[in-house]
């Protein structure tokens, strides 16, 4: 913030309180019933007693009592589909941010499979304009790996950097050529870029439905096996191995994959991975009945990958959560299943749907809040929201105990594709603050 | 029989999860339907007023004509619509079609598609009722009851039947329609075929798989060959049909391995010298032709389930 700007009127009131809070933060050690004061976007005071009666009776203060509620670094998300610029019937940039800012995140890095895609500076430009001009959360974008996501040029990553881009991948589609992945972890590397990739070996899937199993062959869907994931994997941990660069796994979803990724960080691979929400909630027998809601890429798999990827996420084998929130209308969902676009959103749901495993015991709290902000910030080089004293507040507060239906009225998210609606959760976010300011606040009147 | 079996589906769309009772009620109302088509005057006046479209997105000669014959000796009206993949790429949505189409109040909406679960989509959307003609590579379950009516005509019975299903099971919606149905009715089923066309999981329908086709012969009651598409040939699943004839054919040598009354079937369309040599296929213990006069019978019986007025529901053949 400019110290040269003038004070608008509303500056003078920009004091937020929030009293007894269960504060949680690992990166600090931080697990403790405190108060929180932020003012003028920084939090100022975190402490026993630090919003003092004097803080809370000033006319300038807005209090909100912490009382059962938790206080979480914002989260950080590594991917989703803001589909802006060229889809915006499915989303934009003002309602994936509004989303994102609903669902407690504090920054969102968005993939490049946008119309155009972008693989250029000036699209990162224009993203990047177009997200503060909207305000909320930070955007951040990814560029692509190749020019059009077609697998063959390699993009202007140091220009693209330069533009804003944390990091480039072809999310979506695979790079399955060996050379050129060979080509893009060396360039990337140059400019300490890390490639994402989307592990899918397309030959092996080709008009692939769902996982492969016993239930794709009593659908008659073509099946989606885990080894096309799983070769992809194998491959790029030999090639960033013998380049040293650094590699990310997207959306990891085969017990295959997460044994492969084991073996890497214990040979000291420079490797990170992400796991979505539902790929740790939801199996492939959510498919049955033909519900294109539960159609994805990678697809959701077996009992087995489940237990595996989640005891994964809580060894830190897979570093962090991903959303891969990925909007559809009812054009690309309410048709054959062959027909219907694969993906889900997630942004607005990622705290109901992964505090039930804190609950059933899956999950450590610590892991789940590093694995939203400090361990995704650190792939992508940003820095992590805290609740250090002094730092921005980037903070959610949390109601671990509010129960409620989800609903598709109740989503910002332009489209409503998720399994999930009717469904009856608990844990909701309450506030949002990024970049020292609220983006989102559930309290209104009644904070 | 003192007790019929009761029917009280609002759709035909797949045997998996149908109750044994439904499949025995559809199987005893074609026993008279069968006769009407014998007789010289083919015709009933069971579903008179009621209309029957044949929607049809694949191709089919067999199953479109059953179907149509099978309704106009109902004294249906029946429509047939045939939509080329390629009109519907530039045309209207399945959902519109359907919507347009039940604006004209159809009772009964008999589906083709290409897309595994397309009939379920339909049936979801429309106050129709839906039989389903061949979804993707899910399921045909007229094609399964057809076959449990030829079966049961020339066996005696089902249960405890060895029933082996040979072939490109990968891509075929006959059988996982056969193998529901034959395993409820207390048959017992094994696949066979080159493993490139098995797919995962088969074991889990109740089946015993066999990756060449003796072992599946061997004993087996029931002899069914799968059509092998042409497609399949020639590329990274078959290398060519002539191979594939030679290890996976049905001929005499190996039909031997068979019970010796034992039968052969084939949903048709034949590769005669691929996946069925011709002597077999002409053959004594072959009643591939008796599938499809089944066919009609057993259509007849399904359209009429599902849209005979209340009052109507005793066979009137």
Redesign the interface.
């Known amino acids: 913030m400019s110290s040269t700007r003038s004070p608008s009127p509303r500056a003078a009131s920009r004091l937020l309180v929030v009293t007894d809070v269960r504060a949680i933060d690992p990166a600090i050690g931080l697990d403790a019933l405190i108060d929180l004061v932020i003012e003028d976007g920084l939090l100022t005071r975190a402490g026993v007693g630090a919003a003092t009666a004097e803080i809370r009776a000033s006319e300038r203060a807005q209090v909100v009592s912490g009382s059962g509620l938790w206080a979480l670094p914002a989260f950080v998300d590594l991917h989703a589909h803001l589909r802006e610029p060229g889809q915006e019937y499915k989303e934009d940039i003002a309602s994936g941010l509004a989303a994102a800012a609903a669902g407690g995140f504090a920054h969102v890095c968005v993939m490049p499979n946008t119309r155009p895609v972008n693989d250029t500076r000036s699209i990162t430009v224009a993203m990047l304009a177009r997200a503060r001009e909207v305000g909320g959360p930070a955007l951040h974008p990814i560029g692509a790996i190749t020019m059009g996501q077609k697998g063959a040029e390699l993009t202007e990553m140091g220009d693209l950097k330069d533009a804003g881009a944390v990091a480039v991948s072809d999310d979506g589609r695979c790079v399955t050529n060996s050379a050129v992945m060979r080509r893009a972890l060396e360039y990337a590397s140059n400019f300490d870029l890390p490639v994402i990739q989307h592990a899918e070996d397309h030959a092996l899937t080709e008009g692939a439905?769902m996982h492969?199993?016993?239930?794709?062959?009593?659908?008659?869907?073509?099946?989606w096996p885990r080894v096309a994931e799983d070769v992809i994997v194998a491959r790029d941990l030999l090639l960033a191995e013998a380049i040293g660069a650094r590699y990310h796994v997207a959306h990891v979803s085969s017990l295959g994959s997460v044994r492969l990724l084991r073996e890497a960080k214990a040979r000291g691979v420079k490797v990170s991975a992400e796991v979505t929400p539902h790929h740790l909630t939801l199996t492939d027998a959510s498919v049955l009945?033909?519900d294109t809601a539960c159609k994805v890429n990678p697809p959701l798999r077996e009992q087995a990958d489940v237990d595996a990827l989640r005891a994964a996420l809580a060894d830190g084998t897979i570093d962090a959560i991903a959303t891969d929130h990925a909007p559809h209308s009812s054009l690309e969902k309410?048709?054959?299943?062959?027909?219907a676009s694969p993906g889900m959103i997630g942004l607005e749901l990622v705290v109901p749907l992964l505090l039930g495993l804190v609950r059933e015991g899956a999950l450590p709290l610590a892991r789940l809040v590093d694995a939203l902000t400090r361990a995704p910030a650190r792939i992508v080089g940003l820095a992590a929201p805290t609740l250090r004293e002094g730092a921005t507040a980037e903070i959610c507060l949390v109601d671990p105990a509010r129960t409620y239906t989800i609903e598709a009225a109740r989503l910002r998210s332009k489209s409503k594709n998720t399994p999930f609606l009717g469904r009856t959760v608990t844990g909701a976010v309450r506030m949002t603050l990024a970049g020292g300011r609220v983006v989102f606040d559930a309290f209104g009147g009644e904070g | 029989m003192s007790e019929r079996a009761r029917f009280d589906e609002r759709h035909l769309l797949a045997i998996?999860g149908l109750r044994k009772d439904s499949i025995l009620a559809v199987l005893d109302a074609a026993e008279p339907f069968f006769d009407v088509s014998r007789r010289s005057v083919r015709k009933v006046p069971t579903l008179r007023g009621k209309t029957v479209i044949n929607l049809f997105y694949e191709a089919s000669t067999r199953t479109r004509t059953s179907f149509e014959l099978a309704g106009k000796r109902l004294s249906a009206d029946v429509v047939n619509i045939s939509v080329s993949t390629s009109s519907a790429v530039k045309g209207e949505?399945?959902?519109d079609t359907v919507k347009n189409l039940e604006a004209m109040q159809p009772d009964v909406l008999v589906v083709r598609?290409?897309?595994?679960?397309?009939a379920?989509?339909i049936a979801a959307r429309t106050r129709a009722a839906v039989v389903n003609a061949g979804?993707?590579?899910?399921?045909h379950p007229t094609q399964a009851l057809l076959d449990a009516f030829t079966i049961r005509r020339a066996k005696g019975r089902i249960e405890g039947l060895e029933v082996a299903i040979c072939g490109d099971v990968l891509h075929s919606?006959v059988a996982?329609s056969n193998v529901a149905l034959l395993t409820t009715l207390g048959a017992k089923v094994r696949f066979a075929g080159p493993r490139t066309l098995l797919?995962?999981?088969?074991e889990?329908?109740g089946a015993k798989v066999y990756d060449r086709l003796e072992p599946a012969l061997e004993g087996a009651d029931v002899v069914m060959m799968l059509r092998v598409q042409r497609e399949r040939l020639g590329g990274s699943f078959l290398p060519s049909t002539r191979e594939y004839g030679r290890i996976f054919g049905l001929n005499e040598a190996r039909l031997a391995l068979a019970k010796p009354d034992a039968i052969v079937m084939h949903p048709g369309p034949m590769n005669r010298g691929v996946e069925i040599d011709p002597a077999v296929a002409d053959g004594p213990r072959s009643v591939i032709l008796d599938q499809v006069e089944a066919g009609v019978a057993v259509r007849m019986a399904v359209l009429w389930l599902l849209a005979a007025e209340p009052s109507e529901r005793v066979p009137s053949a």
């Open positions: 439905q492969e199993g016993a239930l794709s062959t009593r659908l008659g869907l073509r099946g009945g033909y309410d048709c054959e299943f062959a027909e | 998996e949505t399945l959902l598609h290409a897309a595994s679960g397309a379920a989509f979804d993707g590579t899910h399921e919606r996982r797919p995962p999981g088969l889990a329908l």
